[in-house]
């Protein structure tokens, strides 16, 4: 996706050999035009799918899946990492370790909201080791749904989540896939001609 590689090039910026910094559009500031054309592109990618859900985790992963799932004309469905106040004890779970954050976080989404008969979409802006993504299968699983695939913003494809993901069966669409941050510099794995 051309508008997404040049967000990437032009306004990120490569904190190490495997940290992409995109705070300026994705992350904490959001360039509102640019995720209405990645909820489009989603809907492209998996208009044969007959999705019923979008899901997705808290926070980073909420602008692009609203995005899609207004596309698509479906309610948005966010895992919480931090136990609510007002869902308490019906919720299904798992654990999602961010080895980015050094972090163990238990996730956690309403029973009422994810049910056996949800065909679901699963996006999220980053896939590193695939973590996020797995336990967010894990929940679309527990609750007997259909995990339809998995969208992604932004895929460092030198780590191992897509191959993590792929060998569970799952079609994975990701908008953006970096080969490399080496040497300061974003190399793209598909080049897309610049106009
Ligand atoms: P994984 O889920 O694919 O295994 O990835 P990992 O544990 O490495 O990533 C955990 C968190 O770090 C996720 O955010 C993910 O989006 C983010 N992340 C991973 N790699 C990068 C990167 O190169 N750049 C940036 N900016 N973020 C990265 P999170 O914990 O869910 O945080 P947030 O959504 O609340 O921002």
Redesign the pocket.
């Known amino acids: 996706m051309q508008q997404l590689q040049q967000a990437i090039i032009e306004r990120g910026s490569v ?1 190490s050999d ?6 300026q559009f ?2 904490h500031q959001i360039d509102t035009n640019l995720m209405i054309n990645i909820g489009k592109e989603f809907v492209n990618r998996f208009q044969d799918c007959k999705i019923t859900k979008v899901l997705t ?5 909420i602008a692009p899946s609203f995005m899609a799932a207004n596309e698509l004309g479906v309610p948005l469905v966010f895992a919480r ?1 931090k136990k609510s106040l007002t869902v308490a004890d019906h919720v299904y779970s798992s654990g ?6 050094q ?1 163990m ?1 238990n996730i956690t989404v309403s029973k009422s909201y994810l049910s056996s008969d949800d065909h679901v979409l699963i996006i ?12 967010l299968i894990d929940v679309v699983k527990e609750a007997g749904a259909t995990a339809a695939g998995v969208g992604i913003v ?1 895929e ?1 494809s030198f ?1 191992d ?1 897509r191959m993590k993901l792929e060998e569970e069966g799952f079609r994975v669409e990701s908008l953006a896939r970096i080969q490399s ?1 080496e040497g300061s510099k974003v190399t793209f794995l598909e080049e897309l001609a610049t106009k």
């Open positions: 904190l495997e940290v992409l910094k995109v705070d994705l992350n985790i808290e926070s980073s992963g990492k999602v370790y961010s080895y980015t954050k972090e976080n999220d802006d980053f896939l590193a080791r695939g973590n996020a993504a797995l336990g932004i460092k780590q989540g941050l």
